[in-house]
């Protein structure tokens, strides 16, 4: 299994495509850009089996519809955002991107608990780590040595907590509790900026002092 990541939009929302050897994949956060990542998944002939969200903020839903209608396949979400994908004013698109608002039709499959996740010959283990917004998730891959945090951990950085349903604390809590007790040599795949590692994020991360 293998994964790559690829930026898309004017915020460069990490979306990541996560593939088995016979060349399905899982979609995670597809943000923008459709026609762009439906090139190159084809250029690529992968074959998606579903798309997984680790939040519902408008940059990494943007091209939830086009991607599901390409390849008719399911979407994933927890349970405190299902509401968010056809919500301008919840999913913030209202608020940043003015007429370009985004509506998403309703999640096929809602997230309610953690644990362990199978879909096809793909396994892996969902975290719920609210904070950055309360129905944020992350998709850990123990086998495979990496997790998709979405907005809550970055290189150097967490998620922002100044949007609606966002709780500082609650994120330091969600990191702490879900994140750093992963091992160190643990991927870190961030909805932004480059690829880190558990135990960089322990070493130097400015927000996380002291854990």
Not at 50 to 57: E, N, Q, R, V
Not at 171 to 192: A, Q, R
């Amino acid at each position: 299994m293998k994964w790559q990541q690829v930026p898309l939009g004017s915020l460069q929302t990490n979306c990541y495509i996560v593939e088995n050897p016979d060349r399905s994949c899982l979609i995670f956060d597809p943000g923008s850009e459709g026609k762009k990542l439906i090139q190159l998944l084809n250029q690529r002939k992968l074959k998606p089996s579903a798309i997984f969200l680790t939040h519902a903020h408008f940059d990494h839903i943007g091209a939830v519809t086009e991607v599901r209608n390409a390849y008719q396949i399911p979407v994933y979400i927890h349970k405190q955002e299902e509401k968010w994908l056809g919500d301008p004013a919840l999913n913030g698109s209202q608020l940043f991107m003015y007429q370009n608002s985004i509506k998403v039709s309703d999640a096929d499959h809602i997230i309610k608990n953690e644990g362990a996740m199978e879909i096809n010959d793909f396994a892996f283990s969902v975290f719920h780590t609210p904070g950055h917004s309360p129905g944020s998730i992350s998709y850990y891959f123990e086998k495979e040595g990496f997790v998709i945090s979405g907005d809550a951990l970055f290189q150097g950085s967490i998620g922002r907590t100044d949007l609606p349903g966002g709780n500082h604390s609650q994120l330091i809590k969600s990191i702490h509790d879900k994140l750093l007790t992963l091992p160190e040599d643990t991927y870190v795949l961030s909805g932004h900026g480059p690829v880190t590692t558990i135990g960089d994020e322990m070493d130097s991360n400015p927000f996380l002092n002291g854990f």
